[in-house]
């Protein structure tokens, strides 16, 4: 047969289960004096206030389930996750003028291109 546990876990009142008897007791302690608290029963159903949690409605408990970790910010990525190449990227630019000058610059890379290829072919 297995023993008991040298410690029963109490609640945050301090009552524990005695192994022996079943009943919920204050277990012994010792005074700073050195003198013995006695043993302490509880009556059954007996609920300190210390040991009454605190009252959840149904949609609270619903938004803690859901709730995230603390400390957590909604949309950040760990830089080590995020991998991109540096230098460009291929994100759009962010507002109006900026577009206008990402399409000017690609347009003029484009007949830049081309205007070298022509070049190229002539020479040949």
């Keep these: 047969m297995a023993r008991p546990p040298l410690f029963p876990e109490q609640s945050a009142a301090g009552i524990a289960v005695d192994p022996r008897t079943l009943e919920r007791v204050i277990p012994e302690s010792k005074r700073s004096d ?22 959840r409605g149904s949609r609270q408990q619903a938004m ?14 760990a830089p ?8 460009k990227t291929a994100t759009p630019p962010p507002n109006k003028n900026a577009k206008k000058r990402a399409n000017a610059r690609a347009k003029k890379s484009v007949e830049k291109a081309a205007i070298i290829k022509d070049n190229w072919e002539d020479e040949e």
Aim: proline letters at 9%; charged letters at 25%; glycine letters at 12%.
């Design 34 to 55: 050195g003198t013995v608290r006695k043993q302490l029963k509880i009556r059954p159903g007996f609920t300190p206030q210390e040991d009454v949690s605190r009252f």
């Design 64 to 77: 803690d389930s859901t709730a995230l970790p603390k400390g957590h910010i909604l949309g950040w990525v």
């Design 80 to 87: 080590s996750s995020a991998t991109s190449p540096k230098g």
